[in-house]
């Protein structure tokens, strides 16, 4: 029977554990490796031919391509009769998000209207306006950008009272309610627009490849394995090309170029995407290491990966033991009259969709390009959907709310300052700027002039008493000594102390497409230190953090999961602000019981400075994200300076001794024949 999505179960195979039920928590990684590598032993003493898959005792997992034998009590759907063999020329669909497309197919390079707001409850909102003609009536495209997710639609023209964009928006989100929406102005906003949707698109992958031999139950067997059989390597030169790491130019998946991660490799270009395959008998093996870091650690960050058999024999998809590792497609050789066919069969976390193309029933492919464009192809959409399961899914979350919110006060700043005007980042109005405030240099000059106004201002007043001018004094004196620790440098409007503390809290994330790119940063103040990238790791990833303890007490909550709530990130800058404004209003309330006046209008320029800071905020982020950028081509280009002078200083000493090998055999002309 195969086990299609419709009739997924996570019932293990063999008879010793189907009536053995499971409750409380899950077992621990290695109590779970142990019971599935007593299940394989037993499944192995048994006559006939093992299956490929074993679901673990424990479940979690699905499988699909595996015949088995229906469970007691279990209702069986009929069987399908066995599938032709596919044409040739049928192709195998790449599953993309056509949302992350949609902006620049409709609206990128056309007259369109981008709007940008805050909703108190939903948060930053970015939506995109077109109108167009469809079927000779007119009709209004929108695009509806949430932290949650992306709404699209069309909506008549004349369907009904569309005059304002909140009632466009409630057409796809009734719940949307934005005060007020401003209009982009700024030059260079479709771009910045078209990078976030397009963000999770992914050109360059990454897949392991494990090779199991016959009778093999533990992943140190497998990661031990080094020799390999023709059958393996006529696998591998079906798979891709092998090339050399030393000469590779292209995507290198996080191997380095100096022999640290092996010399040979597997590669392939396919439909404009990059793929290189983390073999790991290819990979470097360490004598003496029985569980193989070197090659467990390539192999178990990978997302999917390849298990090739010998023959068939049992594999459970919890023996590797990775925090990464969602999905597995074990493909077994079989030899058909002089032909070699493959046995594919798929197994995945039960948090993770069903992703095609769909198998044929029996699975079974002759060697070929039609086989090579199934796997190829399988991989691809095996990752895409993994990142959709509940680990990536929450990490995603997260990460798209952050940016969101990057990019929606981006948008806000650009085109105040294009226009001239103050940018409003809360969600509040804020009052304009008084007519003859004098202009500073630096956002942190502007908050200081601004607070000694207002202080200036309760002195000067021929109402207030002597006591509130000395609290007011003390009030100046204390500020000035306070101020220099926070802002102390126009333009940076922090201290370097504060941008430590940002840059120490960025965690690399991939997105749910990934795109070769590495992912963009998310700042926390409470997020734990991470371990640092390595310099040889590609960005084309997550990196090798446990994504086992995430949770919201160590991670930015500015993304939201089942029931959760969303936060703004803060570095230390809103809270010396508001301590400030909380002053300075104080101090204005003081001044009002005084002398009966109300009080001064130093509260709104405060807000409005507060405003500024984190704006200043956003740009030294992205500034240290860029630099980090660039400080990680600068060491890969050192590394490869060096071996380039090495190899240099090699051809130097080689010509050396050439040339004193020849001085010392040309014997030196005689007098005699200089004579003659």
Sequence with gaps: MVTRPENRHSVPVGSATRDKQYSGLPPSPAVACQASQRLLEEILSKPGTPPTIVLPPSGGYWVDGVDDSPHDGEEVAPRPQPGTPRQSNRRHNIDTDE???????????QEHINLVGNDQNLGPVVMSLKKEHIAGQEQTRILLRLRTETMRG????????????LRMAKMLNEKVNVDNFMAVTCLNASSLIAAFDERVLNERFKFGVLYQKYGQTTEEQIFGNNDTSPAFDEFLEMLGQRIKLKDHKGYRGGLDVTGHTGTEAVYEQYHNREIMFHVAPLLPHTAGDAQQLQRKRHVGNDIVAVVFQEKATPFTPDMIASHFLH???????????????????VTARVDVPFFGPTLPQPSLYRKGREFKDFLLTKLINAENACF???????????????????LCD????????????????????????????PKQEGPGSKFIITVKNVLISKVKSPSVDTNLSGDNNKNYANKNKFMPNETHTPNSGRSKSSIASSSASAVSVR???????????????????RPPLNDHSDDSSLNSVDLDPLDDKDWLTCGKTAGGVYVDSDTGLESMSSAEAGAGCGAGAAGGRADGAAPPRGDADLRQEVCRLKNDKLDLLKQNITWQNEIKNLREREISLQAELAAAAREVRRLREQQQSLSTTIPNPSPHDSTA
């Design 327 to 345: 999905a597995f497609i074990v493909i077994t050789p079989e030899f058909v009259d002089g032909e070699t066919r493959y046995k594919v069969a």
């Design 410 to 437: 981006d948008l806000k700043s650009k085109t105040s300052e294009f226009m001239g005007a103050p940018a409003k980042i809360e969600p509040g109005a804020v009052s304009p700027k008084p007519d003859g405030t």
């Design 511 to 529: 997105s749910a497409g990934g795109s070769g790119e590495s992912s963009p940063d998310v700042t926390s103040r409470a997020a734990p230190p």
């Design 388 to 406: 959709k399961a509940d680990k990536f899914a929450q990490l995603e979350l997260r990460t798209r709310a952050s940016l969101l919110q990057h």
């Design 154 to 165: 069309t909506i008549p023209t004349g369907s009904g009272p569309l005059s304002s964009p």
């Design 99 to 109: 949302t992350a497309t949609y902006y620049r197919r409709y609206f990128l390079g």
